[in-house]
T-cell receptor
Framework: GDSVTQMEGPVTLSEEAFLTINCTYT??????LFWYVQYPGEGLQLLLK?????DKGSNKGFEATYRKETTSFHLEKGSVQVSDSAVYFC????????????FGKGTKLTVNP | DTAVSQTPKYLVTQMGNDKSIKCEQN?????MYWYKQDSKKFLKIMFS???????INETVPNRFSPKSPDKAHLNLHINSLELGDSAVYFC????????????FGQGTRLTVV
C-alpha cells in the first residue's frame, strides 16, 4: 500500500540554521505530495504541495521538490526562526482518487533563540 | 470565518459513555474526513465521506459511527468509550479528492478516564 517515511525527530536547531527534513514515499502511479505543519495546540495547515515530478513547492521560505527518481520530497529552509517550531508532516494523495491523505509520522522541530 | 469547525475542543469522559463530536465546513467542499492523532502525533484516517456517502472506513471499530446529515456536516459518534480511544480527532474537508488542499479543523482532544 501507499506509505510515507519521514526522518525521526525531534530536531532541535538554533535560529538561522539550515533545516532539512527528509521524506520518501511509496505509491503506485503519480501521487501528489504535501507538507503540512501543526503548530502547538492547533490543527494541520498546508505548508506546500507538488502535484507532478520536478515540481517545487514553496511557502514561507520552505521548499520541497518532487523527485520521482528517488521518490522523495525533502523539506528545506535556509534560515529557521523560533516561530517555525512545530510538527511537520509529509503526506501523499494517490492518483486515482483513493480519497485520503497518507501521512508520515511527523517530525517535531524546535528552534532555539 | 472558520473554514472547518469542530466542537467540542476538549472532551473528558468516563469509560463506557457515549459521546459525539460535531464538524462543519463552510467551504462548499464535497468530501469530509475524520482523522485520529495518537499520543505520538501519528495521523491515521478513519472515515471519508463524499456528498454524504461513505467512501472510506479504515478498519475502525463499529463503536465509531460517522453521520453526515448534509455535505457540510460530518459528525462522529462513539459508543462505549474505552481508554484507548483517548486521542485528538481531526475533521477535514477537501474538494473533489485530494489534489487540492485539505483543510483541517482545530481538533478535539478526547480523554477517556
Amino acid at each position: 500500500g501507499d506509505s510515507v517515511t519521514q526522518m525521526e525527530g525531534p530536531v532541535t536547531l538554533s535560529e538561522e540554521a539550515f533545516l532539512t527534513i527528509n521524506c520518501t514515499y511509496t505509491a503506485t502511479g503519480y501521487p501528489s505530495l504535501f507538507w503540512y505543519v501543526q503548530y502547538p495546540g492547533e490543527g494541520l495547515q498546508l505548508l506546500l504541495k507538488a502535484t507532478k515530478a520536478d515540481d517545487k513547492g514553496s511557502n514561507k521560505g520552505f521548499e520541497a521538490t518532487y523527485r520521482k527518481e528517488t521518490t522523495s520530497f525533502h523539506l528545506e529552509k535556509g534560515s529557521v526562526q523560533v516561530s517555525d517550531s512545530a510538527v511537520y508532516f509529509c503526506a501523499l494523495s494517490a492518483q486515482g482518487g483513493s480519497e485520503k491523505l497518507v501521512f508520515g509520522k511527523g517530525t517535531k522541530l524546535t528552534v532555539n533563540p | 470565518d472558520t473554514a472547518v469547525s469542530q466542537t467540542p475542543k476538549y472532551l473528558v469522559t468516563q469509560m463506557g459513555n457515549d459521546k459525539s463530536i460535531k464538524c462543519e465546513q463552510n467551504l462548499g467542499h464535497d468530501t469530509m474526513y475524520w482523522y485520529k492523532q495518537d499520543s505520538k502525533k501519528f495521523l491515521k484516517i478513519m472515515f471519508s465521506y463524499n456528498n454524504k456517502e461513505l467512501i472510506i472506513n479504515e478498519t475502525v471499530p463499529n463503536r465509531f459511527s460517522p453521520k453526515s446529515p448534509d455535505k457540510a456536516h460530518l459528525n462522529l459518534h462513539i459508543n462505549s468509550l474505552e481508554l484507548g480511544d483517548s486521542a485528538v480527532y481531526f475533521c477535514a474537508s477537501s474538494q473533489e479528492g485530494l489534489w487540492n488542499e485539505a483543510f483541517f479543523g482545530q481538533g478535539t482532544r478526547l480523554t477517556v478516564v
